[in-house]
């Protein structure tokens, strides 16, 4: 690696880094292969979004709520219960503005609960933010630990535990953890691994106010915390913070993949590393060091995806296949090479990684259209994977996700941004595409694809106005399973907790 002569975020941007759903019936038939942006001089290419959205439309489980993309898992699927962790902004009651909310949906009848975690403030007075959202897990006795921290605001690690198994409708009082009185933390990524005793991993960022990926350890499901110290160190005077995303096996095995930065900072590479006894191992089994002393460096681990300043990397989500081996969706921004900010971020691809077991297998999958608005040029609607199934994702663009043509809505004009599902062909290795939504008045974002074990998939995104982090208009909406006819009575029923 080698400084940049000029951060991303400086006036005049220098050389960056270098080194650095078969879910619903009803889908459209019309999809197409992805390839590259059309010949103006040729015409433009018929419009995927004119495809037939599903039969089955998406129900609203939570009618003010956001979350960013680094935290896990941002919503679990528990018996017959779906549970989704939120940010309000208090778009409908003033009251609810930066609540900490957790979501039960009883999948079987469509009843709904609604908590809100956080007792004390995670913000400061009047903000809200949806790096404050909540992650996820199953104890050994099965009650839910929900974990959650503010944005970068003080030392604190918060912590709930449902009163009963599975039942997110009630929970123990609030705890909080302080790695150290210096930490600034943020984001929670919770990984139970049983061959280690049920220990109970949190992977936040900000311990010693460090800014980068971190980690604490629980022993008894979430009762009290054991700080570890930082993950992946990156040996620069700018603060650079790796960018990390997480999924385990459950068993004995934690997967990372991660960048050198911001990628506004820094031009991104993504790299993989595993945590298996104690424990951090390259892509092919080659032991670094010990978790607790970190990696020295991102280099360290396994290059998934080189970049250069037309390709910057930024992670979307890592899942395992039935193999249990690692594969991962990334967003790389293809036009900012040479603008000063704000003026790059029109031109997103989705790529999807997935390790062989010798090597990484990486090709694009999909146009992602343009940033989400400026000084944020790397943000995209996102893109989600399907747990177990690296030949099906969800995303969300304001592009054709086979041409790169914008996708203007014919209910008001404007461009939006449209969830699709993309299949992978068994014939030929080409991405098909069909829309879950079209000719939207309000932008569709940031999918997510929950473990469903024994069931459809299951596919959550937010919806509404998305304007910053700290300033969204936005509901949580999802496909849920067809819903017995006998249950339909009780269906959309809203319990309210706010304790």
């Known amino acids: 690696m080698k400084n940049r002569s000029a951060p991303r975020h400086a006036a005049a941007r220098g050389v960056r880094l ?4 078969a879910l619903c019936g009803g889908l459209a038939a019309a999809a197409q292969e992805i390839r590259r942006p059309p010949d103006p001089q040729r015409g ?46 208090g778009r409908h009651d003033a009251g609810r503005r930066g609540a900490v909310e957790v979501t039960g949906v009883d999948l079987r009848t469509r009843a709904t609960t609604r908590f809100r975690l956080s007792a004390t403030p995670v913000e400061k007075a009047g903000r809200f933010d949806d790096h404050d959202a909540p992650a996820f897990v199953v104890r050994g006795d099965g009650r839910l630990l929900a974990v959650w921290a503010g944005h970068n605001v003080d030392n604190r690690i918060l912590s709930r535990v449902s009163t009963r198994p599975g039942d997110p409708s009630a929970w123990s009082d609030e705890r909080a953890f302080v790695p150290s009185p210096s930490s600034r933390v943020t984001y929670a990524n919770l990984q139970r691994l049983s061959a280690e005793h049920g220990r109970i991993y949190d992977f936040f960022r900000g311990y010693d106010d460090r800014f980068k990926p971190s980690v604490a350890w629980s022993d008894d499901d979430g009762a009290s915390w054991t700080a570890g110290g930082v993950v992946i160190d990156v040996p620069a005077t700018f603060r650079h913070r790796p960018y990390a995303k997480y999924a385990s096996d459950g068993r004995d095995t934690i997967h990372v993949v991660y960048t050198e930065g911001h990628p506004r900072d820094f031009d991104n590479n993504l790299y993989h590393v595993y945590l298996r006894g104690g424990r951090l191992f390259r892509s092919d089994g080659t032991a670094i060091r010990t978790l607790g002393e970190g990696l020295h460096e991102p280099a360290e681990g396994t290059r998934i995806f080189t970049a250069n300043p037309a390709n910057v990397a930024w992670a979307a989500d890592v899942e395992l296949d039935r193999d249990g081996r690692p594969f991962v969706a990334y967003s790389v921004q293809k036009d900012s090479a040479g603008l000063p900010p704000g003026q790059g971020g029109a031109d997103h691809r989705y790529r999807l990684a997935r390790w062989n077991g010798r090597a990484w297998d990486d090709a694009e999958v999909a146009f992602a259209g343009s940033k989400l608005y400026a000084g944020e040029d790397d943000y995209t609607g996102g893109i989600a994977l399907v747990p177990g199934d690296p030949t099906t994702v969800f995303l969300s663009t304001n592009a054709d996700p086979a041409t790169g043509q914008p996708l203007v809505s014919s209910a008001d004009g404007r461009r939006h941004w449209e969830i699709f599902r993309g299949e ?76």
């Open 44 to 89: 433009a290419p018929p419009r995927l979004a004119e495809a037939t959205p599903p039969a089955r439309g998406p129900v609203v489980l939570n009618d003010d709520g956001g979350w960013c993309w680094f935290q896990d898992e941002r919503a679990i699927v528990v018996g017959d219960r779906l549970v989704l962790g939120t940010v309000a902004s």
């Open 424 to 499: 992978k062909r068994a014939s030929d290795g080409r991405w098909r595409f069909a829309p879950l939504t079209a000719d939207s008045t309000l932008d569709n974002l940031r999918p997510v694809v929950p473990v469903t074990p024994g069931r459809e998939p299951i596919v959550l995104w937010v919806r509404g106005v998305y304007r910053a982090y700290t300033d969204y208009e936005l509901e949580v909406v999802g496909l849920l399973p067809a819903m017995p006819a006998t249950a339909r009575a009780v269906a959309g029923r809203v319990s309210d907790s706010l304790q």
């Open 18 to 21: 270098a080194a650095g759903i």
